[in-house]
């Protein structure tokens, strides 16, 4: 039985519980830092100038990242991946489940789809009505599938995935600069307060504080983000960390991997100006991914070839011969036919 209004409503605002406590944290690390350190506790003027233009930009950057990272929409999967009005009618009438699949597989065909689910079966969301593209999962807490989902993070009250990732490994960063900063320009008046050579002012309680906090947040926060720069240089998302993706050749967790440089253009971009900024510069459309390695089946590559090198998703191209950008990378990929099935290597290979 679906949940009630007024219990959907609930729990939508319990679920920004985390953020809130986030935010009151982060509100006081700023007065503690801008006013109990800055203007009570430090005496030279360009001290306390240095330490507030640094902190300032740490603190900019940190907000603007975690803004961004929770107020992104996921990115859905494109009207292209419902099923057409004749084979969506033939699926509801259906019973078996054999025979679902073979409508599926008929539509999919047309589609730049290439992962399966555990048991060989074309994904598709019964919530949703939509066939998955490949790295596409359905969160239960958005009520959505989201395209290259990484995970459900409470923190932002937001899914992480295609439309955000550069924000939230971003946030990681900048919530670590920030958390470095203070520790680093606080831990003089630290210990300072904690052998007693400075008097006990009000200013004490929120300096010792301040700096055990600011300490235990970069510890987990660096452990999460080396973390996830990991997950960047092998392309992975979280999810495909503990579970590889099955393709139609079988499981192959590094199955996106396209070396480390291309990898981590995926998620940055190829314009190095915009690497660090908060702004949208991943490559592709999160519907389709170059892959590694891809034994098409025949009758999808006939479909695929029949098209042109046209893609059935908003005029894009085929993402085994084609680069993520849609531009031709014809020196990079190399076709080869092998036992009636058409074998797409792309780029660089993985040792
Ligand atoms: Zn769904
Ligand atoms: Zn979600």
Redesign the pocket.
């Known amino acids: 039985m679906a949940p009630s209004p007024a219990l959907r409503c609930c729990k939508r605002a319990l679920n920004w519980v985390p953020v809130l406590f986030i935010n009151l944290v982060v509100g006081w690390s700023y007065y503690a830092y801008v006013v109990e350190l800055c203007v009570y506790t430090i005496l030279n003027n360009a001290e306390r100038i240095s330490y507030l233009v640094v902190f300032h930009i740490a603190f900019a950057m940190f907000i603007w990242a975690y803004w961004k990272t929770i107020w992104s929409t ?1 990115a859905s999967p494109s009207k292209a991946f419902g099923l057409p009005r004749q084979e969506k009618e033939l699926y509801e009438r259906e019973e078996r489940a054999e025979a679902q699949q073979e409508i599926l597989k008929k539509v999919a065909r047309s589609l730049p789809v290439y992962t399966r689910t555990a048991g060989g079966a074309i994904r598709y969301c019964n919530y949703c009505q939509v066939i998955k593209p490949d790295r596409c999962h359905h ?4 009520e ?1 599938c ?1 395209l290259k ?1 990484d995970h ?1 993070c409470p923190w932002v009250n ?2 992480v ?1 295609f439309s955000n990732y550069k924000y939230f490994v971003l946030f990681l960063a900048y919530a670590s600069l920030y958390c470095a900063v203070i520790c680093a320009t606080v831990v003089r008046y630290f210990i300072k307060f904690w052998t007693k050579q400075l008097d006990d002012t009000h200013a004490k309680f929120h300096i010792l504080f301040l700096f055990f906090v600011a300490a235990l947040f970069f510890i987990s926060i660096v452990s999460l983000l080396t973390y996830h720069l990991w997950l960047v240089g092998k392309n992975r998302t979280t999810i495909e960390a503990f579970r590889a993706p099955v393709f139609t050749n079988g499981p192959d967790k590094n199955g996106f991997s396209l070396g480390f440089g291309r990898n981590v253009a995926e998620v940055f971009g190829d314009q190095a100006e915009y690497w660090m900024l908060p702004v949208f510069s991943s490559l592709g459309d999160g519907h389709s991914f170059v892959t590694r390695l891809v034994h098409l089946d025949p009758e999808q590559a006939n479909s695929v070839l029949q098209q042109n090198g046209k893609s059935p998703v908003d005029g894009e191209a085929n993402p085994c011969v084609l680069g993520n950008n849609g531009q031709h990378t014809e020196d990079d990929s190399k076709e080869k036919t092998d036992g009636g099935q058409i074998v797409s290597v792309t780029m660089e290979s993985e040792p």
């Open positions: 996921p969160c239960s807490t958005c959505m989201v989902m459900h937001n899914c995935g």
